[in-house]
T-cell receptor
Framework: EPEVTQTPSHQVTQMGQEVILRCVPISNHLYFYWYRQILGQKVEFLVSFYNNEISEKSEIFDDQFSVERPDGSNFTLKIRSTKLEDSAMYFC??????????????FGSGTQLSVL | GNSVTQMEGPVTLSEEAFLTINCTYTATGYPSLFWYVQYPGEGLQLLLKATKADDKGSNKGFEATYRKETTSFHLEKGSVQVSDSAVYFCALSGRQAGTALIFGKGTTLSVSS
């Protein structure tokens, strides 16, 4: 089965630094997502992306966050100036039609971000 | 707003025991309901889903029935195996394209032989 690939699996950074989390969605998928899970808490939606623009975002996704699809294969999440509370597991996901009623999201195995 | 509440873990069972993981939801309209599973070192994978009231989703021996009257979608399996050890997430989604999945906290299941 095709896979969503995320790199790196673990990222350590200093508070205030910029980080870029990388994802390679499944090649024919059209909708892309970022979620995160702070340790012991729920998996939270951050943003969805379709047709080279954000289609939906949560309150968490403030001006410190941005997403980009710089080429035909990568989908990145940038945190401009990391805070301690950004420490979490970040999951990338993709789907073909975007209708989660009818099809499943494919998730990557996550990037564990640790902000020191 | 929409939300999902699932039972706190961890759940520890012996092989061949019966499993129930409770999940209740709050939502406007008629969401779709899902169970996702995360095996160690892997991403979340769809386990089963139900898109309307009274639908039963099933896969790999797991079942869950969409109960609108109790706003529940409890996950069950009659006889668990060691290989079922994983984290299980209940989730819901609205019906528009690109709508975000709303997840519960996840329940860790540990099955011993």
């Amino acid at each position: 089965e095709p896979e969503v690939t995320q790199t790196p699996s673990h990222q350590v950074t200093q508070m205030g630094q910029e980080v870029i989390l990388r994802c390679v969605p499944i090649s024919n998928h059209l909708y892309f997502y970022w979620y995160r899970q702070i340790l012991g808490q729920k998996v939270e939606f951050l943003v969805s992306f379709y047709n080279n623009e954000i289609s939906e975002k949560s309150e968490i996704f403030d001006d410190q966050f941005s997403v980009e699809r710089p080429d035909g294969s990568n989908f990145t999440l940038k945190i401009r100036s990391t805070k301690l509370e950004d420490s979490a597991m970040y999951f990338c996901a993709s789907s073909y039609t975007g209708s989660s009623t009818n099809e499943k999201l494919f998730f990557g195995s996550g990037t564990q971000l640790s902000v020191l | 707003g929409n939300s999902v509440t699932q039972m706190e873990g961890p759940v520890t069972l012996s092989e061949e025991a019966f499993l129930t993981i409770n999940c209740t939801y709050t939502a406007t309209g008629y969401p779709s309901l899902f169970w996702y599973v995360q095996y160690p070192g892997e991403g979340l994978q769809l386990l089963l889903k139900a898109t309307k009231a009274d639908d039963k989703g099933s896969n790999k021996g797991f079942e869950a029935t969409y109960r609108k009257e109790t706003t529940s979608f409890h996950l069950e399996k009659g006889s668990v195996q060691v290989s079922d050890s994983a984290v299980y997430f209940c989730a819901l989604s609205g019906r528009q394209a690109g709508t975000a999945l709303i997840f519960g906290k996840g329940t860790t299941l540990s099955v011993s032989s």
